[in-house]
Structure formats: structure tokens, C-alpha cells
């Protein structure tokens, strides 16, 4: 049986969050959180660049209760690298309520294939952030969509500000839909209409099959809890600017922060001002999820 020591710096997840004062629309999703093991059931991958505390399904689910969600759609996380077990493990528990996106490698089979979409599994992540992962060839990258793209697989990309440049030709020719994680993770301390985060929106614009997250403000905001106001201004031009390609999510149990750990319910506390009207909420965390993944 293995066991695994999480990181000196690791940060855990607040155990006791508040319950958010603002209550979400019946059957909202929270489109992007994780699970980490346990470690002693589903080991970390050796190639892992961090090692974390144990976050498993059932903390999970009891988290979606307490915010208020429905249902969830769990990320493979980094930490477990492309052996998708406990992700399996959670979707097979959860009685229809989450759907997952997986990491998979151009050696995976038919077989296990057809094993993840069974399960719930209706995405492929590729990650882009250096300190996180080694990026691989963009040829990589197709050979993965080449072979998801039958099952109605959409793809889920996550990068920097910086590797929208350096990446943009790739991220635009892909045929399926492209789900950018946290705004391609812009800095805030910019203006919303100055040229690095207008880049980003006019892969939208330009784009109608790109969506993205407007999740995270607890990695992008420099002025911190509880509200995150630096960052709103971003999150609230995308939802209305691209009110049917937005999704929102926790990201718990918020791998790698290094500045604070937030508490989950003022997390939730800020999607009323990012998405200020009912109609633009229930977009948000109902309509455009339940498209996405449970269609």
C-alpha cells in the first residue's frame, strides 16, 4: 500500500467553508473541481509535481450539498496524471449527478475509451502550464483529438496569458469544442480592455467554439478574499459579452495556492456579481453545463 506525504507548502482546503449567502438556481453544476485519491487507493502518478492532501468523492459531494450545487464535473487532476481511476471511481458513485473530464495519452485504446465515456467521461484536458506539466508537441495533442472527437468529446485547455500568442494557431484550429480553464488566466492587474485580456476575448468572438470558465478569481486576484473585486470586471464582460459559452466552477480543493486557501462559500458569494442578472445566472450554472455535458 502506498503512502504519500503532501508538500511541506501544501495548503489544505478549508474544512468548515460558510454557506454562501447567495443560493444558486435549481440544478446548478459546479463545472470544474477534483479529486485527489486517496492516496492509499488511487496513487499519485510518479511524474506528479506536486503532492497534495487527500481530497476524495465523498468530501466532494458533501461540499456540492452544503454550496448548494446539484451537480459536479470533476477535472482530472495533474497530480494523478493520465490514470484516470479515482476520477472514474467518483463519476460511478455520484448516481447520474457528474460528469468528468479525463487526461489521456495517443497510446490509449478503444477499450478505454468506450470505459470513460461509460463512466461519464465527455472531455480531454491538456494542460500548458509549464510548472505544472511538460507540454508536448502540438502533433501530440491531435493524434488525442483525432481519436475523442467521434464520442462527442469536447476539449479542455489550460494555460497562461502569456501562451495565448505563442499557441494561438494550434488552439484555433481544433474541431471540437474548446473549454479555456479560468479566463486563459488573465493579469488583473491589467485593464479589462487592454491588449492582453482583448486578445483573449477576440478568440471568443472570432471563435464560437470556444468557451471558457470565469472560475478562479482566488488565483488571479491580487486584492484577495472575501470578494475578489479585482477580478470581477473580467469574469462579468465575459459572462455577458458570451453569456451562452461560460461556465463556472469552485476548483476545489484549489490545487497549489500558495497565497491563501478560500473558503468556498464566499467563492460562491461571487457569481452574483459576475453574472448580475437571474436569466445570465441560470445560464451560467444550469443551461450551458447541462449542454455541455449532459446532452
Known amino acids: 500500500?502506498?503512502?504519500f506525504q503532501k508538500d511541506a507548502d501544501w495548503l489544505d482546503f478549508c474544512a468548515h467553508p460558510s454557506r454562501p449567502r447567495f443560493v444558486p438556481p435549481p440544478g446548478a453544476v459546479d463545472a470544474h473541481c477534483h479529486v485527489f485519491g486517496p492516496g492509499e487507493v488511487f496513487p499519485y502518478a510518479p511524474e506528479r509535481k506536486y503532492t497534495p492532501c487527500d481530497a476524495g468523492k465523498g468530501q466532494l459531494f458533501a461540499l456540492r450539498d452544503h454550496l448548494g450545487f446539484s451537480r459536479n464535473v470533476i477535472v482530472q487532476a495533474t497530480c494523478h496524471g493520465a490514470d484516470n481511476r479515482a476520477l472514474v471511481d467518483a463519476l460511478h458513485s455520484a448516481d447520474g449527478l457528474a460528469r468528468g473530464v479525463a487526461t489521456v495519452r495517443d497510446t490509449v485504446s478503444d477499450a478505454e475509451l468506450a470505459e470513460l465515456h461509460a463512466a461519464g467521461v465527455r472531455g480531454a484536458r491538456f494542460n500548458f502550464v509549464r510548472r505544472l506539466v511538460d507540454p508536448k508537441?502540438?502533433?501530440y495533442y491531435r493524434a488525442?483529438?483525432?481519436r475523442i472527437a467521434p464520442l462527442g468529446w469536447h476539449v479542455v485547455v489550460y494555460f497562461e496569458a502569456a501562451d495565448l500568442a505563442e499557441r494561438w494557431d494550434f488552439f484555433t484550429s481544433l474541431p471540437t469544442t474548446?473549454?479555456?480553464?479560468h479566463m486563459g488566466r488573465p493579469d488583473v492587474s491589467q485593464p479589462v480592455d487592454g491588449p492582453e485580456f482583448q486578445r483573449f476575448v477576440r478568440l471568443m468572438?472570432?471563435?464560437a467554439n470556444v468557451w471558457t470558465k470565469v472560475?478562479?478569481?482566488e488565483r488571479l486576484s491580487r486584492e484577495g478574499p472575501p470578494g475578489y473585486d479585482d477580478v470581477v470586471p473580467f469574469a462579468r464582460h465575459l459572462v455577458e459579452q458570451f453569456p451562452d459559452r461560460v461556465l463556472w466552477g469552485t476548483d476545489w480543493p484549489h490545487p497549489n495556492l500558495k497565497s491563501?486557501?478560500?473558503d468556498d462559500g464566499q467563492l460562491v458569494d461571487v457569481i452574483?456579481?459576475?453574472a448580475v442578472t437571474a436569466a445570465l445566472q441560470r445560464r451560467l450554472l444550469v443551461d450551458n453545463p447541462m449542454r455541455l455535458y449532459w446532452a
Open 1 to 3: 500500500m502506498a503512502h
Open 137 to 139: 508537441p502540438d502533433a
Open 144 to 146: 488525442i483529438i483525432d
Open 178 to 181: 474548446v473549454v479555456v480553464d
Open 205 to 207: 468572438r472570432e471563435h
Open 215 to 217: 472560475s478562479c478569481p
Open 260 to 262: 491563501h486557501m478560500p
Open 272 to 274: 452574483p456579481k459576475i
